[in-house]
């Protein structure tokens, strides 16, 4: 079912918050579709879900109630708005609940300037995959988050970075938060639409029915001037199955936060050294 999966999806933006509302889903019934929107300000996902309500306008309410109600029973719940009560009746086990709900206009909203870039790019669960190398330091905001600048993907957290190229091209750099990838790749594994601005970013499933939205960071350090330029003079292969177990044994020492790793490259070998 559509709607357990958003509410599973929506379960890892909507936390507890001293904000009363923050803690809401809107619910905007629309014929045989309903749109259910979360926020926490940071993050917004919004989608579009064949369901039929009865209920002539919009309403909030609590999410973690509501999701556990319709988690628990599944497809068997039959959901009414009677004034401003919503009730959920199970169809099978004929047990009722009565959720109280609050306005649409109550539910908190950020305004942002219309999107004026895009692109599009495959390969989400990769780039989720290079999250390991954003900073963890709350204190280092623009760290937290991955770069899209030309046809690179760039996550570092002032320590290490990596950097994959990518076959898309993005018009102007972009840092999207980590979180906001983890979200994504929940949603889709496919090609996805993005519109960004200075402040956000727009995205969108291919077929537009799910869309979530996320502010962005402002700040990253100039990443491509620590990469040393001597590099793109050589160029060299590695046996897939050598490289693994390298990458095994590396991994081994990089836990111990004393250590550190020199590589040399030669004409005919490349050496790693742990110092």
């Known amino acids: 079912m559509e709607l357990e999966r958003f509410l599973q999806i929506a379960s890892s933006i909507v936390k507890p918050s001293p ?52 988690l628990m029973y599944r497809s068997s719940v039959a959901l009414t708005l009677k004034d401003k009560t919503l009730v959920a009746k199970d169809e099978k086990s004929h047990t009722v609940f009565e959720l109280p ?16 870039m895009h692109f599009s790019f495959e390969g989400l669960p990769l780039i989720v995959k290079s999250t390991f190398a954003c900073s963890k330091d709350d204190t280092r ?9 030309k046809n690179y993907v760039v996550a570092c957290d002032g320590y290490r970075l990596l950097r994959l190229e990518m076959a898309h091209f993005c018009q102007r750099p972009v840092v999207i938060p980590k979180e906001t990838l983890v979200v994504l790749s929940k949603i889709t594994s496919k090609r996805v639409e993005i519109r960004y601005s200075s402040q956000h970013v727009e995205i969108r499933d291919k077929d537009g029915d799910w869309i979530l939205v996320s502010q962005v960071y402002d700040t990253y350090p100039d990443w491509a001037s620590v990469i040393p330029k001597i590099a793109d003079l050589y160029s060299f ?24 790793i020199t590589l040399n490259i030669e004409k005919d070998r490349v050496t790693f050294l742990k110092e």
């Open 19 to 70: 904000f009363e509302r923050l803690n809401d889903i809107l619910i905007e019934p629309n014929g045989n579709e309903c749109y259910f929107t979360v926020t926490n300000f940071s993050q917004t996902l919004r989608a579009k879900i064949n369901l039929s309500l009865d209920a002539e306008k919009a309403f909030c309410v609590n999410f973690k109630t509501f999701s556990s109600i319709l």
């Open 237 to 260: 292969t590695i046996p897939n199955d050598h490289l693994k177990e390298t990458i095994s044994s590396l991994l081994l020492v990089a836990e111990k936060k004393d250590a550190s």
């Open 101 to 116: 709900t609050s306005d649409k206009d109550d539910f908190p909203t950020r305004q942002f300037k219309e999107p004026d």
């Open 141 to 149: 905001a623009g760290l937290q988050g991955v770069r899209f600048e």
